[in-house]
RNA sequence: GGAGGAAUGGCAGAGUGGUCGAAUGCGGCAGUCUUGAAAACUGUUGAGGGUCACACCUCCGGGGGUUCGAAUCCCUCUUCCUCCGCCA
């Protein structure tokens, strides 16, 4: 949700930069613009009406104290309609701020300058790539075939405990899994990145926190009888510590680091993409999350970048980065770099973090803000990514990293997952 | 799950129907003093809306009600504490 104050002044730039989205913004800022001027004049009359009523009463008081009740009982009369008339006033304003609040929901974020117009994922543009696709065996298989082949993955297991797309990882590949999860937070920690275990149910205020709710609220799993919902990643409890705080300028920046599973619905989705540990409903992900002064926000996400550059480096696999586009942005994120690595044996790019600015768009929603000194408390920054999503980092070591007729670890992972190879 | 108690400003803690956005203490900030610091003293110190700035309005866990008037009375929800039960 965009702050208003944003608003105010600068429609005409927001439109332009909301056309990159292919979204023609101008009806609902000017309803925006509407609806806020329609609520500041009624909260003004409503005011005016309480000032009155408060007085009133007030003088009643005085005249009960001063024994003059005959007078008192005349003004009661005045205080009652007065009470009559803010209660009209009352639900008008409401009504104004619901329908307000309803069109600011509808609202994305607005993108940033460097963010390039275009349709879908196709206009994203490549900003850098890195390592050499590797040449595989003329045997060479898809990681769902290499899964079952070293008995890593069960599918069908996952089918019958609970159904498509909750996958049980078994013996060396569990031990894989593991591995990636903690030298992921090590290797997040040792950057500065504090590490959080929180909650995988959140309630839904946390929900409306950080923007699942209302819009995205059929992928989210909920549990209905306690009105709960399973996280669709870190991001949702991590942020959501936030909400409702001010922070000291000096607090700033805050860095956290966070394993959770992630249960996502994905309703909708279907068909080849999907195969093996493509997309999947649970999955593993290590987030990284940072609250951090507006003056310094891009410069901690090219930080991020930085950081996500040097983890798939470390684990020796090709990737690129794209800049998104318009119109694959995110709803509330100002600028966002995807992260994607390339597996040899499907011969496609896979998606493996999304690393992204939200300005002060989740903060505004969140009520995270911050202050200097004895200064009027402003909103803060906050930006997160993937250092990493599991299930495709995974597919990408097993494809890319076949060979002889077994899998080598990648060196940094040895450490951790006490093996070397997988035959 | 059952029984009882509680929820007030950054923290502690007064306040049981009228001028209470709320005593007091601590903490924070500014100043006096000091070579500097500490101590002491003085002042200041919640958030949101509104205004050029004031005025003014709202908020004492959330929601609803009684009343001319609610932190204070009533209903309801949530959370926390104590005791009992169950339990990794």
Not at 252 to 266: D, K, V
Request: hydrophobic share 40%; with cysteine.
């Amino acid at each position: 949700m965009l702050p208003l104050y944003t608003l105010r002044d600068n429609a005409d730039t927001i439109a332009a930069a909301m056309d990159k989205r292919g979204l023609d913004a101008r009806p609902i800022l000017s309803k925006i613009l509407n609806l806020d001027q329609e609520r500041r004049n009624l909260q003004t009359h409503l005011d005016q009406t309480l000032a009155e009523a408060n007085s009133a009463s007030r003088e009643i008081g005085q005249l009960y104290k001063s024994g003059k009740a005959e007078e008192a009982n005349a003004l009661k009369e005045t205080s009652s309609r007065l009470k009559v008339q803010s209660k009209e006033l009352q639900e008008a304003l409401s009504a104004a701020a619901d329908a307000l609040q309803e069109s600011l929901y509808l609202l994305p974020n607005i993108p940033h300058d460097l963010v390039p117009a275009g349709q879908d994922e196709s206009d994203n543009e490549v900003i850098h790539q890195w390592g050499d696709i590797p040449g595989l065996e003329a045997n060479a298989l898809p990681h769902w075939e290499l899964a079952r082949k070293f008995d890593l993955i069960d599918f069908e297991l996952g089918v019958k405990i609970t159904g498509a797309g909750f996958p049980v990882y078994k013996g060396k590949g569990a031990r894989l899994q593991r591995a990636l999860i903690s030298y992921f937070l090590d290797y997040n920690t040792k950057a500065g990145y504090q590490e959080l275990q929180v909650p995988h149910l959140v309630n839904e205020a946390s929900g409306y926190g950080t923007g699942q709710l209302p819009d995205k609220e059929g992928q989210m799993y909920q549990v209905t009888e306690d009105n709960l919902y399973l996280i669709p990643t870190a991001e949702v409890p991590v942020t959501n510590i936030f909400r409702d705080v001010i922070l000291d300028k000096a607090d700033l920046p805050i860095r956290y680091t966070a394993y959770t599973p992630c249960f996502r619905r994905e309703a909708g989705s279907y068909g080849a993409h999907v195969r093996g540990l493509n997309r999947l409903h649970q999955f593993d992900k290590v987030e990284i999350v940072r609250v951090e002064d507006p003056a310094n926000s891009y410069d901690a996400l090219d930080g991020m970048v930085t950081h996500v550059k040097g983890l798939l480096e470390s684990l020796n696999l090709p990737y690129r980065i794209l800049r998104l586009c318009g119109g694959d942005l995110g709803f509330t994120s100002a600028l966002t770099y995807d992260f994607e690595v390339y597996s040899a044996a499907q011969e496609r790019w896979l998606e493996v973090s999304s690393v992204s600015n939200f300005e002060a768009f989740q903060a505004n929603r969140l009520k995270l803000r911050y202050r200097e000194g004895n200064d009027k408390p402003q909103l803060a920054h906050t930006l997160n990514g993937s250092a990493l999503a599991l299930p495709r980092i995974l597919a990408g070591l097993l494809e890319n990293y076949q060979e002889g007729g077994g899998i080598r670890i990648p060196e940094v992972l040895v450490p951790y997952t006490g093996f070397d190879k997988i035959s």
